[in-house]
């Protein structure tokens, strides 16, 4: 019998709009890309970005803390919690729609609240950069930096937002759980932004107040899946080197050796593409045979067929 293609997929924003009323609609057209890869014999893992969803959750629990003093000031990592079982529950429904509209009516999907591990030493953590939640003027922000001992910092001349570490993963809690629904057939969605950033002290487990890079921990889940595709699926079909100049040119397929080639010319945008290329560096040296693969999500079926987007191997 022959081997399914085990694939981990990395959401972009993109797949899930950035309110409510048009995540709804994001998630039927996301679900069809992802049923199709499933219709080509391919075992499917869902990673999903959070950015716009958690700011949201964020800026609601502090609208209520404001209204009545009273009430708890809710830590990030419960709102990557919460962002994560929500649009789970969105992403599961529509994939189950789109899997029976199709007849495959022997597919279940699942979501697990993950969480992942980070290194509490991690030098990230001495240096937030990563900006959350809506803006504040300076009055406000300094007493939220009294008040919640956050860190704020002024954003291109439009305010103050509070900005957090985005440490890298080392290792997904929930790994054996979500590896048994993937091996029992299921479609697995699993840690959403990022995953839930917790430290260890000895056998307990705290949240952080930090968001992961959704693009790294997909890649952690890819290697300890021991995937044969890792696909990023973005805003464009293909990487870019010399992007948006006039010597723009698309990449269709790079060594590992190429890639680091254009990272240290600084082709790549920090927040942006960087990210995304190391991540898919990384998985496809992590075994011989691995590919990693970044395009757009409607052309996701096309790329694993060779047809499209920036493949990326040793």
Known sequence: MKKKKRIVIALGGNALGNALSEQMDAV???????????EEDCEVIVVHGNGPQVGMIQNATSALKREDSTQPNIPLSVCVAMSQAYIGYDLQNALREELLDRGL???????????????????????PSKPIGKFFSKSEAD???KSYGYTMQEDAGRGYRRVVASPKPTEIVELETIRSLVDSGEIVIACG???????????????????????????LLAENLDADFFIILTAVEKVAINFGKPEEKWLDNLSTDEARQYIDEKHFAPGSMLPKVEAAIKFAESKPGRV???????????GILGNTGTRIEM
């Open 143 to 145: 007493e939220l930096e």
């Open 193 to 219: 932004g990022g995953g839930i950033p917790v430290t260890k002290s000895e056998n307990h487990l705290s949240g952080v107040g930090a968001v992961i890079d959704k693009d790294f921990a997909s890649e």
């Open 292 to 302: 990693s693969l970044i395009t757009l999500l409607e052309k996701a079926k096309d």
């Open 28 to 38: 039927k057209t996301t679900s069809k890309a992802i049923v199709d890869l499933i």
């Open 105 to 127: 009516c022997n597919t279940p999907v699942a979501t697990m609240i993950t969480q992942v591990l980070v290194d509490d030493k991690d030098p990230a953590f001495q240096s």
